[in-house]
């Protein structure tokens, strides 16, 4: 049983497709990819300032982007025969990204970094994981680059089924 608010959120989410951001992902799965990433969202000033309070990184104005790498890792590991799970096999999730950035409940970093991304000091990038109770909750594994560049790049996403 979903309070009120819980079936606004669901109602929300499940139109909240971008797209731009799905066709930008049946391009890279179908091998047409003209573009190597998309912005999915711009980070707000609330999100801005935890972000910096976690990690120490000024992500102020920054968008976040999904490159053609991303897409491919979360179709592996989370798509329809995904190696970790099947919670991404619907490609309309994915291009839902941008309504959980910008409708959040939670960022939390936990100390781990990629040198897949560098920060502007050529370090390994922090990554944070931002999450939104849907039907179940939606995680967004992200980097944190406080460059001129303002990108903070997706690396990863699935969904966490409600338990019963």
Same mark, same amino acid.
Do not use: C, W
């Given at each position: 049983?979903?309070?009120?608010?819980? $079936?606004?959120? !669901?109602?929300?989410?499940?139109?909240?497709? =971008?797209?731009?951001?799905?066709?930008?992902?049946?391009?890279?799965?179908? @091998?047409?990819?003209?573009?190597?990433?998309?912005?999915?969202?711009? $980070?707000? =000033?609330?999100?801005? &300032?935890?972000?910096?309070?976690?990690?120490?990184?000024? *992500?102020? @104005? /920054?968008?976040? *982007?999904?490159?053609?790498?991303?897409?491919?890792?979360?179709?592996?590991?989370?798509?329809?025969?995904?190696?970790?799970?099947?919670? !991404?096999?619907?490609?309309?999730?994915?291009? #839902?990204? @941008?309504?959980?950035? /910008?409708?959040? =409940?939670?960022? *939390?970093?936990?100390?781990?970094?990629?040198?897949?991304? $560098? =920060?502007?000091?050529?370090?390994? %990038?922090? !990554?944070?994981?931002? %999450?939104? #109770?849907?039907?179940?909750?939606?995680?967004?594994?992200?980097?944190?680059? /406080?460059? &001129?560049?303002?990108?903070?790049?997706?690396?990863?996403?699935?969904?966490? &089924?409600?338990?019963?």
């Amino acid at each position: 049983m979903h309070t009120s608010e819980q $079936l606004v959120i !669901m109602e929300e989410y499940s139109n909240s497709i =971008d797209n731009d951001v799905k066709d930008f992902i049946e391009d890279v799965i179908n @091998g047409n990819d003209r573009i190597n990433f998309i912005t999915v969202a711009f $980070l707000s =000033d609330k999100a801005a &300032k935890r972000i910096k309070e976690l990690t120490g990184k000024d *992500v102020e @104005g /920054s968008r976040v *982007v999904l490159d053609i790498n991303a897409i491919k890792h979360i179709i592996n590991r989370h798509g329809k025969e995904g190696k970790q799970d099947t919670s !991404m096999k619907n490609i309309e999730d994915i291009a #839902r990204m @941008g309504y959980v950035i /910008s409708n959040y =409940d939670d960022i *939390v970093y936990e100390g781990i970094t990629t040198t897949g991304y $560098l =920060d502007e000091n050529g370090e390994a %990038s922090p !990554m944070i994981k931002m %999450s939104k #109770r849907i039907d179940g909750t939606y995680y967004i594994i992200e980097t944190v680059n /406080s460059s &001129k560049r303002k990108k903070n790049y997706i690396v990863s996403a699935y969904i966490k &089924k409600a338990e019963k």
